[in-house]
C-alpha cells in the first residue's frame, strides 16, 4: 500500500469512526429531540479546538455475537479542547453504538481523559447518554465503572467535574455523575435512576413512569440530585460554559477575575426600603441579590429544590463569589433538612474551589416537629455548621434581618470564623423571636391577665420591648460578633471593597487526614 492509500485509509476510518453507530441510529437520536455524542462535543468546545482521543479503539469481547458488532471508538467520544481559551477534558457517550453501554474498553479511554485532567489540572466534563453496563462484557464492565468512580473521587475537590445527563443513566452508571461536582439534565429527554421502573414494579409493586421515577423534574425539584434543568441539550450546553466562568482550573488555582464596568461604588437607594417593616412580611432576596451583584448576573444553582435557600454564583467588581442566602418568600426562610443539605454541599464546592462565600442572613430558625427531627435535621443542620466552620475561603456574612437561635450560628457567624460580618440596621439577632421569647419568659405572668383584649396589648408592649431591647444588631455589634452595621444602600460596595480586602486570606486548619463530617 503506498502512503497515499494510507492516508486515504486513515481518512476512511475517520470518517467511519465519526459515524458512531450508522446514519439510521443518528436519525433515531435526532428524531428524539437528542444530538449526537460529537455534535455535543462541537456545541460545547471552542470552534476547532477539539482533539480527540483513542478513535480507533474497540471491544474485546467474544460473547453474544459482539465479535461482529465492532465500532470504532466504541460508543464513546473522548479528548481535549477548550473552553473560552481554558483547557477542559471531555467524554461524550454515543448512544448510536450499542446504546451508548459501557464496556472494558469504553471505561478505559474516559479513565485517560480523567487521568490527563488530573495531570494537567484541568476540568472534567462529562456528557452522559447510556443504557449502563454493556450487558455482554460482564464483570469488566462493573469493573470499568469502579475504575472510573475511583477517578471521580480521587478528583473531587482537586478539578472541578461538571456531568451533563443527556438521556439514559441508569443503575449503577448513575454514581459517577453523582460523585462530580455540579449535573445538568436536559427536560424530557433525560433520567437518572438506580433501579429503572420495570424493576421497582417486580420488587415494589410500584407502577411510576420513567419520568416521574427519574426525570430531570424529579431531581432537579424534590430529590435535589441535580443541580440545573435545562429546556434543552443547547440550554444545558451553555449552562455547562457559564459554570466554568465561575471555577478555577483546578484547587491550587484562584477563580478568574474578569473585566467590569459595573461600578463597584454603585449605590442603590431602593435596598434601603426593599425589607418590610413588618419582620412576618416575606420579601424575594434574590432581588437583592440582583441588586448588588455585577450586572445584576445570578447563576443559581438549585433552583427549584429546597427554595428556602438560595445558592449560586455571581460576581462583584469581576470577582467570583458565591451566595447562599435564606429566602424570607418560601416557608420564610427557615432552615430544614432539605436546605441545610442544599447550602453544605455548596458551601463546600466554594471552599474547594477558592471561591470567596457571601452570605445574606434571614432566617427565623430551624424548622421544628417530628417530621424533621425524625429525618435527622440535627445531622442535616450539622453538615451546614460543619461547611462553614471547614472552609478557609474568604467568607462575607450580611444579617438582612431575622437571626435566630442556631440558625444565627450556623449561617456564616462570626464564631464560625467569618470574616466580615456586617448587619442592616433593621436586624434581629437574638437567640429567638419576640413573641417566641416573650410566651416562654412571661407566659405565665400573661396567662393571669383574664380579659383577652388587655392580655393581647400587654403581650404586644413586652415583644416591642423584647424587641427594642434584643431584637438588634447593636448586641452583637457591642460584643463584636458584627463588624459593622451597614446602611443596605452600600451593600454591593461593601462587599466588593471587603473580597477586595480578602483576596490574600490564608487559613490552614490543623493537620488531620480529614474531619468525620456528620453525613
Ligand atoms: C448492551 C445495550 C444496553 C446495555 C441498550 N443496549 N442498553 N446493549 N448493554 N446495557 C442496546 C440495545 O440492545 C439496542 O441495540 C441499542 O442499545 C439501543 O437500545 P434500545 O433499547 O433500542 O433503545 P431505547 O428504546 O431508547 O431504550 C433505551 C434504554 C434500554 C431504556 C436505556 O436500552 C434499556 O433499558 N437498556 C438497559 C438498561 C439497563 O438495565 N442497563 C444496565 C444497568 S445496570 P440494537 O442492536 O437493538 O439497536 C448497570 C450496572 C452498573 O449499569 C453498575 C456500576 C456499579
Not at 154 to 159: D, E, N, P, Y
Not at 392 to 419: C, E, F, N, W
Not at 434 to 448: C, D, F, N, Y
Request: overall charge negative; glycine content about 10%.
Amino acid at each position: 500500500m503506498s502512503l497515499q492509500d494510507k492516508i486515504r485509509q486513515l481518512t476512511e476510518l475517520r470518517s467511519q469512526a465519526r459515524l458512531g453507530g450508522g446514519e439510521k441510529r443518528i436519525d433515531k437520536q435526532h428524531q428524539q429531540g437528542k444530538f449526537t455524542a460529537r455534535e455535543r462535543i462541537d456545541l460545547l468546545l471552542d470552534e476547532g479546538s477539539f482533539e480527540e482521543y483513542d478513535m480507533f479503539v474497540t471491544h474485546r469481547c467474544h460473547d453474544f455475537g459482539l465479535e461482529s458488532q465492532q465500532f470504532l471508538g466504541d460508543g464513546v467520544v473522548t479528548g481535549r479542547g477548550t473552553i473560552d481559551g481554558r483547557v477542559v477534558y471531555v467524554f461524550s457517550q454515543d448512544f448510536t453504538v450499542l446504546g451508548g453501554s459501557l464496556s472494558e474498553t469504553f471505561a478505559m479511554k474516559i479513565c485517560k481523559v480523567m487521568d490527563q485532567a488530573m495531570k494537567m489540572g484541568a476540568p472534567l466534563i462529562g456528557l452522559n447518554d447510556s443504557g449502563g453496563a454493556r450487558i455482554q462484557e460482564g464483570v469488566n464492565s462493573l469493573a470499568g465503572y469502579a475504575e472510573i468512580f475511583y477517578r471521580n473521587i480521587q478528583a473531587s475537590g482537586v478539578i472541578p467535574q461538571i456531568s451533563a445527563v443527556f438521556g439514559p443513566c441508569a443503575g449503577g452508571a448513575v454514581y459517577s455523575p453523582a460523585l462530580t461536582d455540579i449535573i445538568i439534565m436536559s427536560e424530557q429527554t433525560s433520567y437518572m435512576f438506580v433501579t429503572g421502573p420495570k424493576v421497582t414494579k417486580t420488587v415494589t409493586g410500584e407502577d411510576i413512569t420513567i419520568e416521574n421515577l427519574g426525570g430531570a423534574d424529579i431531581h432537579t425539584k424534590k430529590s435535589g440530585v441535580a443541580h440545573f434543568k435545562a429546556a434543552d441539550e443547547k440550554e444545558g450546553i451553555l449552562l455547562i460554559r457559564k459554570v466554568l466562568e465561575y471555577l478555577p482550573q483546578n484547587n491550587l488555582e484562584e477563580p478568574i477575575i474578569t473585566e467590569c464596568d459595573d461600578p463597584i461604588e454603585r449605590i442603590d437607594d431602593e435596598l434601603n426600603e426593599i425589607v418590610p417593616e413588618d419582620p412576618n412580611k416575606p420579601y424575594d432576596v434574590k432581588d437583592v441579590i440582583h441588586r448588588i451583584v455585577d450586572y445584576e448576573e445570578f447563576l443559581e444553582m438549585q433552583r427549584l429544590y429546597a427554595k428556602n435557600i438560595v445558592t449560586g454564583f455571581a460576581k462583584f467588581g469581576g470577582m467570583p463569589c458565591g451566595i447562599v442566602a435564606n429566602q424570607p418568600s418560601f416557608l420564610a426562610g427557615v432552615l430544614d433538612i432539605d436546605a441545610s443539605r442544599k447550602a453544605a454541599r455548596f458551601v463546600r464546592l466554594c471552599d474547594a474551589f477558592n471561591i470567596p462565600i457571601v452570605t445574606l442572613v434571614d432566617v427565623p430558625g430551624f424548622l421544628p416537629g417530628s417530621f424533621q427531627e425524625y429525618g435527622g435535621i440535627i445531622i442535616h443542620g450539622a453538615k451546614l455548621l460543619f461547611a462553614y466552620g471547614e472552609a478557609t475561603v474568604p467568607k462575607i456574612t450580611v444579617t438582612l434581618r431575622k437571626a435566630y437561635g442556631g440558625a444565627h450560628d450556623v449561617m456564616g457567624s462570626k464564631q464560625l470564623r467569618a470574616d466580615l460580618n456586617y448587619a442592616w440596621p433593621g436586624a434581629e439577632i437574638a437567640v429567638m423571636g419576640a413573641k417566641g421569647a416573650i410566651e416562654v419568659l412571661e407566659g405565665r405572668k400573661l396567662s393571669q391577665v383574664e380579659n383577652q383584649e388587655e392580655r393581647e396589648a400587654m403581650h404586644q408592649k413586652l415583644e416591642e420591648e423584647y424587641r427594642e431591647k434584643f431584637a438588634n444588631p447593636y448586641v452583637a455589634a457591642r460584643y463584636g460578633y458584627i463588624d459593622d452595621v451597614i446602611e443596605p444602600r452600600n451593600t454591593r460596595w461593601r462587599i466588593a471593597r471587603a473580597l477586595r480586602s480578602l483576596a490574600t486570606k490564608k487559613e490552614v486548619g490543623p493537620p488531620k487526614k480529614h474531619g468525620n463530617m456528620p453525613l
